[in-house]
């Protein structure tokens, strides 16, 4: 049994997360169908659908505390540097916005 680690995300982080794991993984990186990703895909479907900005803002600001394995942190992580370092781009501003440092060091 893996260990749990609680990571604190906000809803435009889980955003980046699922871009560069499911949008533009395309088969790359395996491990991105786990129940933790399940769990942020469901978070980001309860976004407004109104043009309200207002809301829109407070929705992305939104922090949530997941709970996810040790090997969907390491996918994660390898889905933000692997990606962008094989299209040759720069990595996303994640890294240093909204992953949390401890995840990294792990």
């Known amino acids: 049994m893996s260990k749990m680690l609680k ?3 906000s809803m435009y982080g889980i ?7 499911h949008d533009r993984n395309k088969g790359r990186i395996p491990g991105v169908d786990t129940a933790g990703f399940e769990k942020m ?6 976004k ?4 309200d ?3 829109l803002d ?10 996810l394995t040790e090997e969907e ?3 994660i992580d390898r889905c933000l540097y692997d ?3 094989l299209d040759s781009e720069p990595l996303p501003q994640i890294r240093h916005k909204f992953w949390p440092q401890q995840a990294a060091a792990v």
Request: glycine share 2%; with cysteine.
């Open 58 to 67: 407070q929705f992305w600001k939104t922090r949530v505390l997941l709970e």
């Open 41 to 46: 895909k469901t978070l980001l479907a309860e």
């Open 53 to 55: 900005y207002f809301a």
């Open 48 to 51: 407004p659908q109104s043009g």
């Open 7 to 9: 990571i604190d995300l």
């Open 15 to 21: 955003a980046e997360i699922l871009h560069w794991c």
């Open 83 to 85: 990606i962008p370092n």
């Open 73 to 75: 942190v390491s996918t």
